[in-house]
């Protein structure tokens, strides 16, 4: 007999191939036939009319947290993740001395956004070794999830408070490798680091992996070379501009020294800005004819990102405007009032050194989001560039006065101004290049102004009833297979017999993701953006279902994805 039977869907199996009606049949975590089936079932699934595909495989996140108040990885699962990979941009919970516990949970809040209290609330850090912290998640989780092993973390614990502002000596280095050696062992899926200028820690200095030499990550990345079934995953500046030269060298040494894939967070593709896109994809190409492989994430829709003058976000990262949004707020309010502190602030904001953040004080282009004051109340869902030319008002000025009425609670949502066809069309080019990836969404990081992880539903819409721009079966393809190939992921990512049965089965007329909307549900008292899925039935992982239109059902049939057992060494080209 059958432990779960899915009759009579539309299977589109994860490999690019024509949809065609089946029956999937599912015994012991496996898919055991694919076809027409009339072998009894313990529960059977009427899927008429609807998509039955292997679950989405979600190739950058930041759950390493999440999961320890929320096995379900919410809201991911929902929209039919069923494999997370965490541990990216150099930042990871482990390895961790105790000395080190709180200066990790506020690095951790101040570059992931992740809220301070739910960090303390939620987690017992009760660990030291990479492979004590995959213990307390392994056998508690709904969803599949694999972890790579942060560079931060090994650099703070090998060398203390010396991990910011101090380069490694030639010991330290090869204790690094020793502790990522081991960190690869327990199961960590590969190593990530950041570079990128974005990164500071709570008192405001570079995030200790930005103070390292080229020569010490390339002595990481040769350790990893040592480990079946790992990769790489970094950020450096040039991936929110352009890249130098001795960017794309690095990039390529890397990918060369561990004979390894990696993959770089995130692209963005601008129809206004075509060149900056060709020129990050090219970096790719380069690296190839060196025979190294580089890839490139990129997001298939608009992840829904907002911004606050009350918390850290995008706007701090202008050149200069920390020395403000960091002041308490009484005094930043103040502040926020003086007409030549405004001036000023405009200034450094449009200045050569903002690079493409310049775009982040179009104030015009944002939308009003939740108030607080009662007259800021009938402000809420309009476009500030309306309301200053209502008042007689510049943009910035018309926003300032807003926030400061709000005591700078007021949530703000830029609106993309790069919906043209010529985008959308510039953008489905992109997703054929093999070069790139679908991925970014940042799940489980920057919990009160973003929500990237509703994007495969969305995705799905958009091929199905919007433009229209690659088949069900590609998108599909560009979710499920590919990623799971680019991190060896065993049996994943498709749906076959013999394949692990991580499936998603919903409806193609009502897939989508739901308005964004606030919860209040996280530990210590924190809240966070979610959304809902539509048109989603069913969620399975490994066999046991834990999505059910639309709504957990509180089982955790998740797998913890180790190196070497649960994945094998994704191929350099």
């Not at 992921?489 to 013999?498: A, Q």
């Not at 089965?505 to 308005?515: H, K, Q, T």
Request: glycine residues 10%; aromatic residues 6%.
């Amino acid at each position: 007999m059958l432990d779960y039977l899915i009759r009579s869907g539309t299977v589109v199996d994860g490999t690019g191939a024509a949809p065609r009606r089946a029956d999937v049949g599912i015994r012991d975590g496996r898919i055991v036939s694919v076809g027409e089936i009339d072998e009894p079932a313990a529960e059977t699934l009427d899927a008429s009319g609807q998509i039955v595909a292997p679950g989405f495989v979600d190739p950058h996140t930041h759950y390493d947290a999440q999961l320890f108040w929320d096995p379900f990885a919410q809201p991911s699962s929902l929209h039919g993740v069923t494999s997370v990979i965490g541990g990216n941009c150099g930042f990871t919970l482990a390895p961790l001395r105790s000395r080190d516990a709180d200066y990790t949970r506020k690095m951790m809040a101040k570059v992931e956004g992740m809220p301070l209290p739910a960090l303390e609330a939620g987690l017992p850090w009760d660990w030291e070794s990479f492979g004590e912290y995959l213990a307390r998640i392994d056998g508690r989780i709904g969803v599949n999830a694999g972890f790579m092993v942060g560079h931060c973390a090994l650099r703070r614990f090998v060398m203390g408070a010396d991990a910011v502002g101090k380069e490694a000596t030639a010991v330290q280095i090869e204790q690094m490798a020793q502790l990522l050696h081991e960190s690869l062992e327990a199961g960590g899926l590969g190593f990530s680091t950041s570079l990128a200028f974005t990164h500071t820690d709570d008192d405001g200095e570079p995030v200790p992996s930005r103070w390292s030499t080229h020569e010490e990550v390339l002595a990481l990345c040769r350790a990893v070379r040592d480990h079946e079934g790992t990769s790489l995953e970094f950020i450096i500046d040039g991936c929110l501009g352009r890249f130098s030269d001795d960017e794309v060298d690095l990039m390529t040494r890397m990918s060369l020294e561990a004979q390894r894939p990696l993959n770089w967070n995130v692209l963005g593709i601008d129809s206004k800005d075509p060149e900056r896109y060709r020129h990050q994809l090219g970096a790719s190409k380069r690296a190839a004819e060196r025979g190294a492989r580089v890839v490139a994430l990129t997001m298939p829709t608009h992840a829904g990102t907002n911004m606050s003058f009350l918390t850290h976000c995008a706007l701090h990262l202008l050149p200069d405007w920390a020395k403000i949004m960091r002041l308490p707020v009484p005094e930043r309010i103040e502040r926020l009032r003086d007409p030549a502190t405004r001036t000023w602030m405009m200034e450094r904001a449009r200045s050569p050194e903002a690079g493409v953040l310049k775009g982040l004080t179009r104030w015009e282009m944002y939308r009003i989001g939740d108030t607080h004051a009662p007259e800021n109340e009938p402000l809420r869902g309009r476009m500030v560039g309306e309301i200053a030319e209502e008042r007689g008002q510049t943009p910035t000025d018309a926003l300032f006065d807003i926030v400061i009425t709000d005591e700078l609670r007021t949530v703000l949502w830029p609106e993309t101004n790069d919906s043209s066809d010529d985008a959308w069309q510039l953008r489905a080019q992109a997703w054929q290049d093999p070069h790139i990836l679908i991925g970014g969404s940042d799940a489980g990081a920057h919990l009160d102004r973003m929500c990237g992880s509703a994007y495969p539903s969305e995705f799905l819409g958009e091929c199905i009833r919007g433009h229209q721009l690659v088949t069900l079966e590609r998108a599909i393809q560009l979710m499920t297979q590919v990623p799971a190939e680019l991190f060896g992921l065993i049996d994943r990512g498709v749906l076959r017999e013999g394949a692990c049965a991580d499936v998603v089965v919903f409806d193609p007329e009502r897939i989508g993701r739901g308005e964004i909307h606030r919860v209040d549900d996280l530990p210590g008292g924190s809240w966070r953006l979610t959304a809902d899925s539509t048109g989603v039935s069913r969620v399975l992982v490994n066999g046991e279902a834990i999505v059910v239109d639309g709504r957990p059902t509180g089982a955790q049939p998740g797998r913890l994805l180790r190196s070497g057992r649960d994945t094998r060494t994704p191929p350099l080209v």
